[in-house]
């Protein structure tokens, strides 16, 4: 099992739906990346989270880390086609001898209808 | 502004043979790592450089060779090619190895062995 679990797998939303999608480890999560991916192309970074309770937002996306920092999870707020895309979560494990390794989730597929 | 920028983008391969992945920032980026993506199970971490001179295995190491060149560059090496190694190849950078900085992507190579 992966040590990162990303829910759901996938997703299929209206445009103008709310939507979240959830990353949980078992672990202790010392720093929280959330991504995005284009099919074919790079990972485009969002957010960082470190904090317990920390919550950060961007344009109509949020992004929270629960306060025993084993789980976050990424918010859309009135979804767009443009927001469609593999959503990753990637978060430092290991703590301070990490060495900024990251492990990843195995993403969200995101499909916004217009 | 290239910021991390990877060569080939697709490459073919039959089983046995070599090849090096390339892979250049420009952000003056201490830290370079080189992840695989495959279906289902997210980003995985070959190889990872915390600051030039340096390396160090990841998740998935077998296989596989680097070589940090420079500050800007850090290779990837496939020796013998398997079938099993068809795969999206990731190079990413970061300011250092500390648990506060994102780390930036390239565009990905896409590598099929035959």
């Known amino acids: 099992s992966q040590e990162l679990e990303q829910s759901p797998q996938s997703l299929i939303v209206q445009e103008g739906k709310n939507l979240t999608i959830n990353c949980t480890s078992s672990?202790?999560?010392?720093?929280l990346y959330w991504y995005k991916q284009k099919y074919g192309e790079g990972l485009i970074f969002l957010m960082m989270l470190q904090k317990g309770g920390e919550e950060k937002s961007h344009e109509k996306i949020t992004a929270k880390l629960d306060e025993k920092k084993q789980q976050s999870s990424l918010h859309i707020t009135a979804s767009q086609p443009s927001h469609a895309g593999i959503y990753l979560c990637?978060?430092?494990?290991?703590?301070?001898?990490?060495?900024?390794?990251?492990?990843f989730g195995q993403g969200t597929i995101l499909t916004v209808h217009p | 502004n290239a910021g991390v920028t990877q060569t080939p983008k697709f490459q073919v391969l039959k089983t046995g043979q070599s090849m090096t992945l390339q892979c250049a920032q420009d952000?003056?980026?201490?830290?370079m790592y080189w992840y695989r993506q495959d279906p289902g199970m997210g980003l995985r971490l070959i190889y990872y450089?915390?600051?030039?001179?340096?390396?160090d295995k990841g998740e998935v190491p077998n296989g596989y060779n680097v070589s940090r060149l420079n500050k800007r560059e850090f290779s990837l090496r496939l020796e013998s090619a398997a079938p099993s190694q068809t795969s999206v190849y990731f190079c990413?950078?970061?300011?250092?190895?500390?648990?506060?900085?994102?780390?930036?992507f390239g565009d990905g190579t896409r590598l099929s062995i035959l």
């Open positions: 450089s915390a600051s030039e001179g340096t390396t």
């Open positions: 990637g978060a430092e494990i290991t703590g301070g001898t990490s060495y900024g390794k990251l492990t």
């Open positions: 990413a950078s970061s300011v250092n190895r500390y648990s506060n900085q994102p780390q930036h």
């Open positions: 672990k202790t999560l010392y720093g």
């Open positions: 952000m003056n980026h201490n830290s």
